[in-house]
C-alpha cells in the first residue's frame, strides 16, 4: 500500500448515471492528481490540485468535474459518461515541490 | 502533448537475463523518474534522477540520463518472474503553481522462467 486510497476499485455505470470517484490520502501532501489510463494509450494528466485549488485542468471534458474539499480528499464526480470514456482512473498525491507521486489502485470504470 | 516515449513497446526476456528500456523526453526537466505498474494497479515509485545527475543505482536497477540528448535508460540486472510489469518513464515540470508529472508510454516487460 502507498498510503493513496481510492474507492471503488471497480465500478460499471449507465451512460446516464452520476457517480463519483474518492480517493484519500494521509500523507501529508498538498498536491493531487487524476489520471486517466486508457488501454494502449499513454497515462493522461487529467487535473492537478496544489493546496486544494485545481491548477491544471488538461482539456477534460465538462462531464468530469473534480473536488477538492481538503488537502486528503480528491473527488472526480461523473455524469453522462460516454463508453470511450471507460478506463482505469488513478489518483495520486505529491508534496507541492516534491519529486515523486504516489498512487492509488486505480477505479477501474466501465460505461455501458 | 506526451512527453516521454519509451523503447521498447514490449520486451520478453529469459529469467536471470538484463532488461534495458529506454525512454525519450521533450522538454527540459527538473528530474526523471521511473514507475512500475502491475497489471490494473497503481504505478509505483521505483527511481529517481535529478537533471544534474547522469547515473543512479538502486539494487538490481541502474538509470542513466543524457540531457543533451533528452533520454534515459532503466536497467534491471538478473531479471526475476516478479519484475513481469510494465514500466514507465516519467518527467517533472515545476513552474510556479504546481508539479506535474507527465508519462510515457510504457514498456511491457515479461520475464519467462
Redesign the interface.
Known amino acids: 500500500e502507498t498510503g493513496v486510497t481510492q474507492t471503488p476499485r471497480h465500478l460499471v455505470m449507465g451512460m446516464t448515471n452520476k457517480k463519483s470517484l474518492k480517493c484519500e490520502q494521509h500523507l501529508g501532501h498538498n498536491a493531487m492528481y487524476w489520471y486517466k489510463q486508457s488501454a494502449k494509450k499513454p497515462l493522461e494528466l487529467m487535473f492537478v490540485y496544489s493546496l486544494e485549488e485545481r491548477v491544471e485542468n488538461n482539456s477534460v471534458p465538462s462531464r468530469f468535474s473534480p473536488e477538492c474539499p481538503n488537502s486528503s480528499h480528491l473527488f472526480l464526480h461523473l455524469h453522462t459518461l460516454q463508453p470511450e470514456d471507460s478506463a482505469l482512473y488513478l489518483c495520486a498525491s505529491s508534496q507541492l515541490r516534491g519529486t515523486e507521486a504516489f498512487f492509488g489502485q486505480g477505479t477501474r470504470l466501465t460505461v455501458v | 502533448s506526451?512527453q516521454?516515449e519509451e523503447d521498447p513497446q514490449a520486451l520478453s526476456i529469459q529469467e536471470g537475463e538484463n532488461a534495458t528500456m529506454n525512454c525519450s523526453y521533450k522538454t527540459s526537466i527538473n528530474?526523471l523518474?521511473w514507475?512500475r505498474q502491475n497489471s490494473?494497479?497503481?504505478?509505483?515509485?521505483l527511481i529517481?534522477i535529478r537533471s544534474n545527475e547522469r547515473e543512479k543505482h538502486s539494487g538490481r536497477l541502474r538509470v542513466t540520463l543524457d540531457t543533451s540528448k533528452k533520454s534515459s535508460s532503466l536497467l534491471i540486472t538478473a531479471s526475476r518472474a516478479a519484475d513481469t510489469a510494465s514500466y514507465?518513464c516519467?518527467t517533472?515540470i515545476?513552474n510556479s503553481?504546481?508539479?506535474?508529472?507527465?508519462?510515457?508510454?510504457?514498456t511491457r516487460l515479461s520475464i519467462r522462467p
Open positions: 506526451q516521454g528530474n523518474q514507475y490494473g494497479r497503481g504505478l509505483v515509485h529517481l514507465f516519467a517533472l515545476r503553481s504546481a508539479s506535474k508529472i507527465i508519462f510515457g508510454s510504457g
